[in-house]
């Protein structure tokens, strides 16, 4: 039997007679050529030793059950698998709100691949620049805030996973308009000091200058959380951000005066 190198199948594979090379699928092409070639020198010697042409006597050529079973046993289809794809990368939120559920659904939806972890807000970007074998997995506002910043974005939604807690005030995390308890927006006049999350600035401007066309004037201050905190000390007349549970708005002396965006889990690729 000729010796060959691993990497000569895929020549050698196409110089296979078609009905033959159809029972490839069954395992890996280092075991297929490993019989096919044994089979191929005993059809040379009887050719040799009978006369007539060697593909007569490889017309019965097929591949045994316990061949195919070996293959699978040795793990050979997947180690070639991996040899000749690349293995998909799984770019997930760290954030502890998200990170849990998010390992769930790649547990439920059997999802393999490398995972890697960061910050919940950079995970569009990071997937909007890679390749096609990455996918991303992340809060649907962040997502939404990226796309609002970024209109030539290639991104988009594989799959919405619903966001289902009964701990959270609205079963899942919502971007609110919040204000003083026991009054409503109708109620402020003047120019209203609004604090914004600066992680929904994109989805808070869209959404102000709907009430600024009603005829509200707004003044806006940007900060990296601590909004509740600020209402507090009396510098802010209204807050955007992220509401879930509520309790520590209501600590605050805070009440939702609207719902502006209601978060998801997405799964998110490169356009292809």
Known sequence: MNEFNFSDIDSMYNKVPAEISTKQKNMCNRCYYRIYNLQLDAAKEEAKRKGGSIKDYMQ????????????????????????KEPSQIIVIAKNSCLRERILQIIKDKK?????????????????????NNTIGITGEDLFKEYVLENYSSKLEVVE??????????????????????????????????????????????????????????FEKSYFLGSTEEIFQLGLIDLIIDI??????????????????????????????
């Not at 999802?111 to 919940?120: Q, Y």
């Not at 879930?244 to 356009?271: C, H, M, N, T, W």
């Open 60 to 83: 019965g050529f097929y591949i045994k059950e316990e061949a195919i079973r070996e293959c699978k046993r040795k793990k050979c289809i997947l180690e070639e698998k991996a040899r």
């Open 111 to 131: 999802l393999n691949g490398k995972i890697i972890e960061v910050r919940g807000e950079d995970v569009p970007q990071i997937i909007d620049k890679g390749n």
């Open 160 to 217: 919405r996973v619903p966001w289902q807690d009964d701990k959270a005030v609205y079963g899942k995390p919502i971007i609110c308009l919040l204000g003083k308890k026991g009054k409503t927006i109708e109620q402020m006049k003047g120019k209203l000091k609004v604090g914004i999350n600066k992680k929904y600035r994109k989805i808070a401007k869209r959404y102000l200058n709907t009430l600024e066309l009603k005829g509200y004037n």
């Open 243 to 272: 509401v879930y549970s509520g309790s520590s708005a209501k600590k605050a002396g805070l009440e939702i005066f609207d719902k502006i965006f209601e978060s998801d889990i997405v799964i998110i690729r490169r356009q292809r």
